[in-house]
């Protein structure tokens, strides 16, 4: 005869009984005790329900990671459109070839010139944030104060500009 094992021991092998991982005698002696004992069937019942939980929070973030993917395909459709409009508008503009290549290339300066003064520290931001919430890592607060420092003076000399020039 079997030797009877404790209910302490089957809740610690519930887990990877449900997550199928157990050999072939483990779940023989897991599934003997969940018809003989309510107690470990209940706490079965509730790890199976909360591991289902589980299964549709990752299919919703796979749904997020779509939508996101989505956002950024159309983001750089509407950026490569916008400098190809820019483009044509430029010569069909310009009187002069030069002059057409001239203010393009200052227009792709600006345009550079205003990702590195405020997008970039801001999308840096924005991701250290995000990266120091889901490590909880108190260096990586650093990297959020920097940011913070150079979207501020970024800022700050942008607005200066506009006041005294």
Request: aromatic share 12%; proline share 2%; charged share 20%.
């Amino acid at each position: 005869m079997k030797e009877e094992i404790s209910c302490e021991i089957i809740k610690d092998l519930l887990p990877n009984y449900i997550d199928n991982v157990l050999s072939n005698e483990g779940k023989e002696i897991v599934e003997e005790h969940l018809n003989n004992c309510d107690s470990c069937r209940k706490e079965y019942e509730i790890l199976r329900s909360s591991i289902e939980i589980d299964t549709v929070d990752a299919t919703k973030i796979n749904y997020l990671k779509k939508i996101n993917l989505k956002l950024l395909i159309t983001i750089i459709s509407l950026l490569v459109v916008t400098v190809i409009s820019s483009m044509l508008l430029t010569f069909y503009t310009e009187s002069n070839f030069d002059e057409g290549i001239m203010t393009l290339l200052f227009s792709m300066f600006a345009f550079i010139l205003i990702i590195v003064k405020f997008a970039l520290p801001l999308v840096g931001l924005v991701f250290s944030s995000i990266y120091l919430k889901n490590k909880r890592k108190k260096i990586l607060i650093i990297p959020v104060i920097l940011f913070s420092i150079w979207l501020f003076e970024s800022i700050y000399s942008y607005i200066y500009n506009l006041i005294h020039y």
